[in-house]
């Protein structure tokens, strides 16, 4: 932020004071998508559950036993 500073005091001229601050703004925006990155990454590409699968299971684990009839 300095550095932006500096050049504006200093009267550079616009186009170094815009690219700096692009500068700036993409590593920013790059060191938050690299946190997040893992997060992402797990979501989409982690199998998850399968619903159908853990019905089943419940619905055996939930039925009576039947007992014979005689």
Do not use: C, G, W, Y
Request: no cysteine; proline share 6%.
């Amino acid at each position: 932020m300095e550095e932006i500073i500096d050049l504006i005091a200093t009267d550079s001229a616009a186009s170094e004071v815009t690219d700096k601050l692009k500068d700036i703004l993409f590593t920013k925006s790059a060191e938050r998508i690299e946190s997040q990155r893992p997060n992402i990454s797990a979501s989409m590409f982690d199998e998850p559950e399968n619903e159908a699968t853990s019905e089943l299971e419940s619905e055996e684990e939930t039925e009576p036993t039947e007992e014979p009839e005689e």
